[in-house]
C-alpha cells in the first residue's frame, strides 16, 4: 500500500475513521508522481499524520549497551533524516535522492532526483501536530 497511494485512496474513501502515519513512508512518497503524491495531501490533509518508530536507545538491535558516541551518531542520523523529509514536505526544492537505505548501507551516488511538495504551511501544522491531537485526545499540551 505504501507504494502507490492511490491504494491509500481506496482505504481512506472506504473507511472515513481511518488515518495513516506517514513517517517512515516519505521515501516511498518520493517515488511516485509528484503532482499525485501533493494531490493526495491537499485533499486528506485531516487524516495524514507525521510520526515515527525511530529512537536512539541505549540498547543496539543485538541487546548490546551502545556507547555515548553511537548513540550521539545515531540521532544525528534521525535528525538529518526527519529534517530532510521535512524540506521535502515544505520546500519545492530539487533534491538528489536514491533509496538510502538498500541493504541498510546508503547508496554512494544519488540515483534520481525528486521536488519538494512546497505543500502550505496549514496543512504541514495539521500533519505534524493537529492532526495527532484530533486522532489520540489528551495529547495536547502546551510548548
Not at 502507490?4 to 475513521?17: F, G, S
Not at 486528506?44 to 543496539?60: H, K, M, N, P, V
Not at 521535502?88 to 533509496?99: L, R
Request: a neutral charge; charged letters at 25%.
Amino acid at each position: 500500500m505504501s507504494y502507490d497511494v492511490n491504494e491509500v485512496i481506496k482505504r481512506l474513501d472506504r473507511y472515513p475513521n481511518f488515518a495513516v502515519e506517514i513517517g517512515g513512508r516519505t521515501r516511498y512518497l518520493m517515488w511516485q508522481a509528484r503532482g499525485k503524491v501533493r494531490s493526495f495531501f491537499i485533499e486528506y490533509q485531516d487524516r495524514i499524520l507525521y510520526g515515527t518508530d525511530l529512537s536512539a536507545g541505549l540498547f543496539g538491535s543485538d541487546g548490546n549497551h551502545l556507547s555515548d558516541e553511537q548513540i550521539n551518531n545515531m540521532k544525528q542520523s534521525y535528525l538529518k533524516r526527519h529534517d530532510f523529509f521535512m524540506r521535502y514536505y515544505a520546500s519545492d526544492e530539487i533534491f538528489p535522492w536514491a533509496n538510502n537505505i538498500r541493504g541498510g548501507r546508503p547508496v554512494p551516488e544519488p540515483e534520481y532526483t525528486v521536488q519538494g511538495l512546497a505543500l502550505p504551511k496549514e496543512e504541514l501544522e495539521k500533519v505534524y501536530y493537529h492532526n495527532a491531537v484530533k486522532w489520540f485526545p489528551g495529547i495536547d499540551r502546551e510548548y
